[in-house]
């Protein structure tokens, strides 16, 4: 429960995404779909790939696609492709054919899911794909000043232009204005404009007609109207380019948008939710923001502090997760000490609630003990350049900066991205914010990577 005393924490539940799954449900993928179900999950359900498509084209809350690989997951994500529709698809299959999730994977599923189902694994690829990976934790009055003001605004209809760093839950707090506003029985709608390439994020806003372009075979609705009489939230808004800004600006001056192809206008009543982890006056004077886009956003701006902004919510995140992963891991709960508290108060969080959350993941795993000790935080230093500490004759070398010079470029990239990986305990959308490039950039990195015979850690879950 969300209270206003400022000594207790306040506590915001993630939300529910709508999951599509393509195959019969009188097997294990029916069991999967219990498990997504028991999670918080929406289900729809599809015999085959003609029929998914179908519901994809006319429901664009789906947020994630589980394909059964008896059927052609890549002509499924080729299809997808064709028709501008960025859904994620995770193959599902059993152990039998130990080559069957590298097939999956090179035809573009995002992920594999084995079957029979191990529930924690179901738990983390819908985290992921709902890009939600940890609820709304206040104790810190800077951070409760924040919420108040949200909660302040939230039953107007004025957009709301939320900045700040990555990793301090900005999309987080969106939710929360949905959950607090007049439209919290509407639906909530977030797209990841950073995650999503440029030529199919129009289509995805705003939808199209049937033959609109080269594999749009039937209309398909966009996130605005999805987002009707509800909430859409725009995240990482810098990110677009500035001729979609255009119409995204005559969207929100005229509520009403232009389906791709569309002879009409359509009418949307939609409220808009905005978030950025850039200096979007800086973005303006650069000639890369639309000047009237921002003040239309910015009708009120919400800052999220950094963690480092809020030293008094660092304990109280640090229970959290380490109750949420001593669950999803099969351990028993072991508090921190007083001295583990301490490190990581005194710790700069580079990453903020992101890695804090990936600290306390492995400090879950590691710790042997009955309690977590500041041995087992292990933090990376502040200046995010990684450094390993040997002791050679009592003498500690330094392995930093210096330890890159005579090095290839591609070699060293690689070497960055498989430790962030690893730091982040294989959680893919995690690493590609810190290493800040897009979650579909480090995938094919991470494919070219694996094609070459380079060891790439699994999945988060698998990790775990």
């Given at each position: 429960m969300i209270g206003h005393r400022r000594e207790t924490a306040r506590i915001v539940l993630a939300h529910a995404m709508k999951v599509l799954i393509i195959g019969s449900l009188s097997g294990d993928l029916g069991q999967a779909a219990r498990i997504a179900i028991g999670r918080g999950a929406k289900l729809d359900q599809a015999d085959n790939a003609e029929s998914a498509l179908i519901r994809l084209r006319s429901d664009a809350h789906i947020d994630l696609v589980l394909c059964d690989i008896k059927h052609d997951v890549g002509g499924i994500v080729a299809a997808l492709a064709a028709e501008r529709m960025a859904v994620p698809v995770v193959a599902c299959g059993t152990g039998d054919d130990p080559d069957a999730a590298v097939r999956a994977i090179e035809a573009g599923a995002r992920e594999?899911?084995?079957?029979?189902?191990?529930?924690?694994?179901?738990?983390?690829?819908?985290?992921?794909?709902?890009?939600?990976?940890?609820?709304?934790?206040?104790?810190?009055?800077?951070?409760?000043?924040?919420?108040?003001?949200?909660?302040?605004?939230?039953?107007?209809?004025?957009?709301?232009?939320?900045?700040?760093?990555?990793?301090?839950?900005?999309?987080?707090?969106?939710?929360?204005?949905?959950?607090?506003?007049?439209?919290?029985?509407?639906?909530?709608?977030a797209l990841n404009c950073a995650a999503i390439p440029e030529n199919l994020l129009e289509s995805e806003l705003f939808g199209h007609e049937k033959g609109a372009f080269s594999g749009a075979l039937a209309r398909r609705l966009g996130k605005f109207e999805a987002a009707h009489r509800g909430t859409l939230l725009l995240d990482e808004i810098s990110e677009m380019d500035i001729r979609?800004?255009?119409?995204?600006?005559?969207?929100?001056?005229?509520?009403?948008?232009?389906?791709?192809?569309?002879?009409?206008?359509?009418?949307?009543?939609?409220?808009?939710?905005?978030?950025?982890?850039?200096?979007?006056?800086?973005?303006?004077?650069?000639?890369?923001?639309?000047?009237?886009?921002?003040?239309?956003?910015?009708?009120?701006?919400?800052?999220?502090?950094?963690?480092?902004?809020?030293?008094?919510?660092?304990?109280?995140?640090?229970?959290?997760?380490?109750?949420?992963?001593?669950?999803?891991?099969?351990?028993?709960?072991?508090?921190?000490?007083?001295?583990?508290?301490?490190?990581?108060?005194?710790?700069?969080?580079?990453?903020?609630?992101?890695?804090?959350?990936?600290?306390?993941?492995?400090?879950?795993?590691?710790?042997?003990?009955?309690?977590?000790?500041?041995?087992?935080?292990?933090?990376t230093p502040s200046d995010g350049t990684r450094q390993t500490n040997v002791a050679i004759s009592g003498v500690s070398v330094v392995a930093g900066i210096a330890s890159l010079v005579g090095r290839r470029m591609d070699d060293v990239e690689r070497d960055l991205i498989i430790e962030t990986l690893g730091h982040t305990l294989g959680n893919r959308t995690h690493a590609a914010t810190i290493l800040g490039i897009s979650i579909r950039a480090l995938r094919n990195k991470l494919r070219d990577y694996t094609a070459r015979g380079v060891a790439v850690p699994p999945p988060a879950a698998s990790a775990a």
């Open positions: 594999f899911l084995p079957l029979p189902p191990d529930p924690d694994l179901i738990a983390a690829i819908l985290e992921a794909a709902s890009g939600e990976t940890h609820s709304l934790i206040v104790r810190d009055q800077v951070m409760d000043a924040t919420v108040h003001r949200a909660e302040q605004v939230a039953r107007s209809d004025a957009s709301i232009l939320i900045s700040g760093e990555s990793g301090t839950g900005k999309e987080v707090l969106a939710r929360h204005i949905h959950r607090k506003s007049r439209r919290a029985n509407g639906p909530f709608v979609l800004q255009a119409k995204l600006l005559r969207a929100l001056q005229e509520r009403e948008i232009d389906r791709l192809g569309g002879s009409a206008p359509v009418k949307v009543d939609v409220r808009i939710l905005a978030t950025t982890n850039r200096d979007l006056t800086a973005e303006v004077r650069r000639g890369t923001f639309r000047e009237d886009l921002y003040f239309r956003l910015n009708v009120v701006s919400l800052r999220v502090p950094a963690l480092r902004e809020r030293p008094g919510d660092i304990a109280a995140l640090a229970e959290h997760f380490s109750r949420k992963y001593a669950a999803v891991n099969g351990l028993p709960y072991r508090a921190l000490t007083r001295t583990a508290v301490s490190r990581m108060m005194s710790h700069h969080w580079r990453g903020n609630v992101r890695e804090m959350e990936n600290v306390i993941h492995r400090a879950v795993l590691l710790a042997t003990g009955p309690e977590i000790t500041a041995d087992d935080v292990e933090l």
